[in-house]
């Protein structure tokens, strides 16, 4: 079971709602790239230690947040 605000959700039972639920927050943009209110996405694959809130797609598959510069799913060392 999963605790969500004061909610009891039976995660296996619900699960198919909780992905379309999931979905319909993503926000698909350019590069293949998608982001939730909490991560960021490439081809399905989470983006680690990308910002959402400052992250956009700069095509070809390239991606920046106020941080750091991404390639698909991997952070390029040295880049800004």
């Known amino acids: 079971l999963l605790l969500l605000s ?5 995660v296996a039972a619900d699960r ?15 590069g293949g790239y998608a ?3 909490w991560n960021v996405y490439f081809g399905g694959r989470k983006v680690g230690d990308a910002n959402a809130m400052t992250f956009e797609s700069l095509g070809g598959g390239y991606g920046k947040d ?9 952070k390029v060392s040295g880049a800004n």
């Open 66 to 74: 106020s941080w750091n510069v991404f390639f698909q799913d991997h």
């Open 35 to 37: 982001k939730d209110p």
């Open 6 to 10: 004061t909610y009891l959700i039976d």
């Open 16 to 30: 198919s709602q909780l992905d379309r639920q999931a979905r319909r927050m993503l926000n698909y943009f350019g």
